[in-house]
C-alpha cells in the first residue's frame, strides 16, 4: 500500500487558494480513478482505491498546514508502513506556474505543511511539487500563497491537475520520470 497525502487547508473559504493545490490534485486523482467512498481516518478525510496495479490510500489532513505531519503519521504508523510508502502532494513556490515535479527528500523550503511531515517522519518521502511560481518578493509570499488562483488560471489549472490525475498510474508504479513527463507532454 502506498498512501499518498495532499496538503491544504480544511474549510470552503480556503478551497480555492493556492496554497491548497495539494487536496485538489487528490481530489482530482480520487475522482479519475473512481476511488472508494470519504471517510473520517487519521485526522483526515481518506479514500481508498486502486491506481495501477497498486492500492493506494489517499489522505487529506483535516488540521490545519502546520499540523499535517500528525495526520500522516498516524496513516503511516497504523499501516505499519516506512516513509518510502509516502508521496506528498504540495503548493511549490520555486516552480513555474502549472509546472509539476517529482522529488525525494529535501527541505521544507519554509512550507509549514513539509515542515510538519519532517518533524513528524524525517524528510525521506516523495514530493509530487505543484508549481505556483514566486510572487517577486518574500514580504509578498503569506498573502499569494493565502490568495485565490484567478479568474485567468482556471483553465491552466484544470488541465494541471487533470494531468496529474491521468498519469498517476505511473506514480503508483514508481515511474517518477514517466510521471512527469507524461505530465509536461499532456500540459504542451
Known amino acids: 500500500m502506498q498512501i499518498w497525502v495532499g496538503l491544504g487547508n480544511p474549510g470552503p473559504q480556503y478551497a480555492m487558494q493556492r496554497h491548497n493545490v495539494g487536496f485538489m490534485a487528490v481530489d482530482a486523482i480520487a475522482e479519475v480513478h473512481g476511488v472508494g467512498p470519504v471517510k473520517k481516518q487519521f485526522?483526515?478525510?481518506?479514500?481508498?482505491?486502486?491506481?495501477?496495479?497498486?492500492?493506494?490510500?489517499?489522505?487529506?489532513?483535516?488540521?490545519?498546514?502546520?499540523?499535517?505531519?500528525?495526520?500522516?503519521?498516524?496513516?503511516?504508523?497504523?499501516?505499519?508502513?516506512?516513509?518510502?510508502?509516502?508521496?506528498?502532494?504540495?503548493?511549490?513556490?520555486?516552480?513555474?506556474?502549472?509546472?509539476?515535479?517529482?522529488?525525494v527528500g529535501g527541505g521544507a523550503a519554509g512550507h509549514n505543511g513539509l515542515r510538519s511531515i519532517d518533524q513528524h517522519l524525517g524528510q525521506d518521502y516523495r514530493r509530487v511539487r505543484l508549481g505556483i511560481g514566486h510572487p517577486g518578493h518574500k514580504d509578498r509570499v503569506t498573502g499569494y500563497v493565502l490568495g485565490n488562483y484567478a479568474k485567468a488560471e482556471m483553465d491552466p489549472l484544470a488541465d494541471m491537475l487533470g494531468a496529474v490525475a491521468a498519469e498517476a498510474t505511473w506514480l503508483a508504479a514508481r515511474d517518477d520520470v514517466r510521471f512527469m513527463n507524461d505530465v509536461a507532454l499532456r500540459l504542451g
Open 43 to 103: 485526522t483526515g478525510w481518506t479514500q481508498e482505491g486502486r491506481i495501477g496495479t497498486q492500492k493506494i490510500l489517499l489522505l487529506k489532513p483535516a488540521t490545519f498546514m502546520n499540523e499535517s505531519g500528525q495526520s500522516v503519521g498516524a496513516a503511516l504508523r497504523f499501516f505499519k508502513l516506512d516513509t518510502d510508502a509516502l508521496t506528498v502532494f504540495h503548493d511549490e513556490l520555486d516552480l513555474a506556474p502549472f509546472k509539476v515535479k517529482v522529488k
